[in-house]
T-cell receptor
Framework: DTGVSQDPRHKITKRGQNVTFRCDPI?????LYWYRQTLGQGPEFLTY????????KSRLLSDRFSAERPKGSFSTLEIQRTEQGDSAMYLC???????????????FGEGSRLTVL | TQLLEQSPQFLSIQEGENLTVYCNSS?????LQWYRQEPGEGPVLLVT?????EVKKLKRLTFQFGDARKDSSLHITAAQPGDTGLYLC???????????FGTGTRLTVIP
């Protein structure tokens, strides 16, 4: 297993276009998180899944954003009608939550950098 | 809105110097983590602290969780150029499943 992978690593698009990012978590991890990070800032929480269920969404996640994890494995984050303010690094992370002790460690991918022109 | 404020925001020091980074919040956290992020990569976990007053050491790095579990500090002794990066604290509130990150401290260690 090579860890969390994200695709594409870089995406340049024009304002108003739709974009989709994919995240493949570590295979046995049941939790998957999406964060957004702008230059020099800490990651901002967007949403997370436990298996296929989307359990929490941030107020930052406007109705132009939608995330899915249809089979509890990979996840997609789609942004519709992109705006220049959407330009950021979109980070995916996964973790394993069991009934026992939970370390809470998140394993991050390398991110997908979006530039909206 | 950021729940966790880090200071300083930027820090540039000479190799061999000591430094402390602070992470403060008005919220109480059940656990707090420190991550380090290098350019073009995702954050990587350094440590998790869960008990108020807890101190953990990782080689030249010392992490402390405040008694009230609202703040934390990271102290680096004899900094090395390899310590250069963005240091992020991240807190998890009691009963919450998401992790909120701090504003970050960008450290540069000059050889």
């Amino acid at each position: 297993d090579t860890g969390v992978s994200q695709d594409p690593r870089h995406k340049i698009t024009k304002r108003g276009q739709n974009v989709t990012f994919r995240c493949d978590p570590i295979s046995e991890h049941n939790r998957l998180y999406w964060y957004r990070q702008t230059l020099g800032q800490g990651p901002e929480f967007l949403t997370y899944f436990q298996n296929e269920a989307q359990l929490e969404k941030s107020r930052l996640l406007s109705d132009r954003f939608s995330a899915e994890r249809p089979k509890g494995s990979f996840s997609t984050l789609e942004i519709q009608r992109t705006e220049q303010g959407d330009s950021a690094m979109y980070l995916c992370a996964s973790s394993l939550r069991t009934s026992g002790y939970y370390t809470g460690e998140l394993f991050f991918g390398e991110g997908s950098r979006l530039t909206v022109l | 809105t950021q729940l966790l404020e880090q200071s300083p925001q930027f820090l540039s020091i000479q190799e061999g110097e000591n430094l402390t980074v602070y992470c403060n919040s008005s919220s109480v956290f059940s656990s707090l983590q420190w991550y380090r992020q290098e350019p073009g990569e995702g954050p990587v976990l350094l440590v998790t602290v869960v008990t108020g007053g807890e101190v953990k050491k990782l080689k030249r790095l010392t992490f402390q969780f405040g008694d009230a579990r609202k703040d934390s500090s990271l102290h680096i002794t004899a900094a090395q150029p390899g310590d250069t990066g963005l240091y992020l604290c991240a807190g998890r509130e009691s009963g919450a499943n998401n992790l909120f990150f701090g504003t970050g401290t960008r450290l540069t260690v000059i050889p």
